[in-house]
């Protein structure tokens, strides 16, 4: 087990989208502005066995492929379910980054945060100055939670391995269950609630 910080990707892809390629340039960045962290790629079966050609590149550039046996009704729904489940997935600490942030400064100091959870506030703005897109406020409305006061992104976390986490990680997967069933499938919401 490697003792370096380590970055977590979730990747659900196939050939007809672009979100493998996504994977390599903010991995790419990844390594080059942290070369001290490790990377860490979580796949689903499907998209495992997919990487083929110019997409299984993607496989040299990071340092562990996790591939778990997970399967949602499309491909959105598959990259949630993990993503919501990602803690009991991936071992000890880790920056979780969306495939589609692009980091572009060195990471690992978010590791001495003394924190058990970190998130950057959404979009990067201060919360006076956030406004609500209607999808997203529609999720709120129609579950009947109140509108979070600071609201984060989910793209980017730090995320410890405490007892707190994992449980924090187990209402956010339950709470996104509840959600998919009413046909809603954005993991903010649900995140924030939890």
Known sequence: ???????????????????????????????????NCSIELVVDKKTKAGMADNRAKLLDM?????????????????SR???TQLRKFVKGDYLY??????????????????????MAHDHNVPPEKFIFYDYEREIFDKTGWPLPKRYFNSGVMLVKDTQKVRDFFDFWHGLW?????????????????A
């Open 1 to 35: 087990m490697s003792s370096k910080p380590k970055i977590v990707y979730v990747l659900v892809s196939d050939s007809a989208d672009h979100f493998t390629e996504m994977a390599m340039l903010s991995a790419y960045c990844a390594r080059t502005y942290s070369p």
């Open 62 to 78: 990071v340092d562990i492929v996790t591939e778990v046996d997970v399967t949602g009704e499309n491909n959105a729904f598959t």
């Open 81 to 83: 379910l993990i993503k």
């Open 97 to 118: 980054v969306d495939i589609d942030a692009v980091p572009v400064a060195e990471l690992s100091s978010v590791f001495s945060l003394d924190t058990d959870l970190a």
């Open 177 to 193: 269950q509840e959600n998919r069933k009413l046909g809603l499938h954005k993991d903010q919401p649900p995140m924030h609630e």
